[in-house]
C-alpha cells in the first residue's frame, strides 16, 4: 500500500500495527475494567480477569525471561526473513502480520511490566490475551501457507514429470555401414 507519495507500507506491517494496538488497548481495559480477583462475564463460558503471566504459553519458563527473549527473537527473524523471501505468496502476509503483533504485544508487556497481561477466560484453560489469539490464529494460517505452498510444488513437479514422459524422445537410427 503506498500512502502519500514516498512511504510504503506492507500489509503484515500494518497487520501488525493494528495487532498491537488492539492488543495492548484490550489488555488496558481489562485491567481497569476489573480488580485482581475479579472476573466478569462477557457472554457464557467467558469472562474477563486479571492475570499475570511471567512465562510464555501457559507459564512455560517463567524463571527464564532472558531465554524468552532469545527465543523470540530468533524466531521473529526466521519469521521476517522467510516473509521478505517469499513474499508474493498469499496469505503469507497475514500469518506474519499476525505473528509479528502479538509477539510484540506481549514483548510491549514484559519489557514494561515484567509480566504479559492476560485476561479472556474460558473454563478449563489458561488465561490468555488478543496477542495470544493472533499468534494462534497466525501459526495456523502460517501452516496452511506452508502446506498450500508444498501442494503446488508437487503439483507443478508432478506436471514438469508427466509432460517430459509425453514428450516423443529423439532415437537416433544407429545402422552399421
Known amino acids: 500500500m503506498r500512502i502519500f507519495r514516498y512511504i ?38 467467558v469472562s474477563i480477569g486479571q492475570t499475570r503471566n511471567e512465562g510464555i504459553a501457559f507459564g512455560f519458563l517463567a524463571d527464564r525471561p532472558v531465554l524468552v527473549f532469545g527465543l523470540m527473537a530468533v524466531a521473529l527473524a526466521i519469521l521476517v526473513f522467510s516473509y521478505v523471501k517469499h513474499r508474493q505468496q498469499p496469505v503469507l502476509w497475514l500469518a506474519t502480520g499476525l505473528l ?16 504479559v497481561r492476560d485476561f479472556i477466560e474460558v473454563p478449563k484453560f489458561p488465561s490468555f490475551n ?3 489469539v493472533a499468534i494462534t490464529v497466525g501459526v495456523v494460517i502460517l501452516v496452511l501457507a ?14 514438469t514429470a508427466a509432460e517430459e514422459s509425453d514428450r516423443p524422445q529423439d532415437t537416433e537410427d544407429v545402422t552399421a555401414d
Open 8 to 45: 510504503s507500507i506492507d500489509r503484515a506491517a500494518i497487520t501488525a500495527i493494528t495487532v498491537i494496538a488492539l492488543d495492548q488497548w484490550t489488555k488496558w481495559w481489562a485491567f481497569n475494567a476489573t480488580t485482581p480477583g475479579e472476573t466478569i462475564s462477557v457472554f457464557p463460558g
Open 100 to 115: 509479528m503483533g502479538g509477539a510484540i504485544g506481549n514483548a510491549i508487556d514484559r519489557v514494561t511490566l515484567g509480566y
Open 146 to 159: 506452508v502446506e498450500q505452498r508444498h501442494q503446488l510444488e508437487k503439483r507443478l513437479a508432478d506436471d
Open 130 to 132: 488478543l496477542a495470544d
